[in-house]
């Protein structure tokens, strides 16, 4: 394969009939591990995995359905025939949007409809760039770190790429959007596609015999125990 060949449209991202698959599961896991190791057995890039629940809090999400909710409680308490007490009028729709919002907490993929993609991917890059710096992948030797930062409610995965790598932008950007793109498959087909990147990157940065595993390969994740 070459960076030309490449492309965001090259892998059919098949919907899961079950979306109650745990994205992390034990296949995951195992796809994940394969792609680290056969990335950095090819060539010098460093890979981390960052696997985090969401980028952004996205409160604004719960505070439209709680209004839509606490709107919709009074005037169904207005139109229909049973009388209501002032008191009731009065707080029933409040406490009716109080739970509802709450409840949104629980709704990834509610929060992430009614969040602008615009919103959702400007979180996510800046989150996968402070986790970037935690993480310390810019700190290998031949800067040649890159972070793999995978967002789940946004349901967007960003490639932080240490400055070794500059020469392969346009390649990332692309294995980039590909990685996005699967993301509803699941963990495994995400992973799939991570190791199918270890050419490119090992023709424009082939493994030395005395390079060093600098960076832990063991994934980062607070994903656990999520559908």
Same mark, same amino acid.
């Given at each position: 394969?070459?960076?030309?060949?490449?492309?965001?449209?090259?892998?059919?991202?098949?919907?899961?009939?079950?979306?109650?698959?745990?994205?992390?599961?034990?296949?995951?896991?195992?796809?994940?591990?394969?792609?680290?190791?056969?990335?950095?057995?090819? !060539?010098?890039?460093?890979?981390?995995?960052?696997?985090?629940?969401?980028?952004?809090?996205?409160? %604004?999400?719960? @505070? *439209?359905?709680?209004?839509?909710?606490?709107?919709?409680?009074?005037?169904?308490?207005?139109?229909?025939?049973?009388?209501?007490?002032?008191?009731?009028?009065? @707080?029933?729709?409040?406490?009716?949007? *109080?739970?509802?919002?709450?409840?949104? %907490?629980?709704?990834?993929?509610?929060?992430?409809?009614?969040?602008?993609?615009?919103?959702? #991917? %400007? %979180?996510?890059?800046?989150?996968?760039?402070?986790?970037?710096?935690?993480?310390?992948?810019?700190?290998?030797?031949?800067?040649?770190?890159?972070?793999?930062?995978?967002?789940?409610?946004?349901?967007?995965?960003?490639?932080?790429?240490?400055?070794?790598?500059?020469?392969?932008?346009?390649?990332?950007?692309?294995?980039?959007?590909?990685?996005?793109?699967?993301?509803? !498959?699941?963990?495994?087909?995400?992973? #799939?596609?991570?190791?199918?990147?270890?050419?490119?990157?090992?023709?424009? @940065?082939?493994?030395?015999?005395?390079?060093?595993?600098?960076?832990?390969?063991?994934?980062?994740?607070?994903?656990?125990?999520?559908?």
């Amino acid at each position: 394969m070459t960076a030309a060949s490449f492309t965001a449209t090259s892998y059919r991202v098949i919907y899961p009939a079950a979306m109650g698959a745990r994205f992390l599961d034990d296949e995951a896991h195992a796809a994940f591990q394969r792609a680290v190791t056969t990335i950095e057995q090819a !060539s010098a890039v460093e890979v981390v995995i960052a696997v985090r629940r969401r980028s952004g809090v996205y409160l %604004h999400a719960n @505070l *439209i359905v709680g209004a839509v909710v606490a709107f919709a409680s009074l005037a169904a308490m207005m139109f229909v025939e049973y009388a209501f007490s002032n008191t009731a009028i009065v @707080l029933d729709p409040f406490a009716a949007g *109080i739970v509802a919002g709450a409840l949104v %907490h629980f709704m990834p993929g509610l929060k992430r409809v009614l969040t602008p993609a615009a919103m959702r #991917r %400007h %979180h996510v890059e800046q989150a996968a760039r402070a986790t970037f710096l935690e993480r310390g992948v810019d700190v290998t030797t031949g800067r040649t770190g890159l972070l793999v930062y995978i967002a789940w409610l946004e349901q967007r995965v960003a490639l932080v790429a240490d400055r070794g790598l500059a020469d392969l932008g346009a390649f990332l950007a692309r294995a980039e959007a590909a990685l996005t793109m699967a993301m509803p !498959s699941g963990g495994a087909e995400v992973a #799939r596609i991570l190791e199918s990147i270890a050419p490119v990157l090992a023709a424009a @940065l082939p493994h030395a015999v005395d390079d060093v595993n600098e960076l832990p390969d063991a994934i980062d994740s607070d994903l656990e125990g999520v559908p």
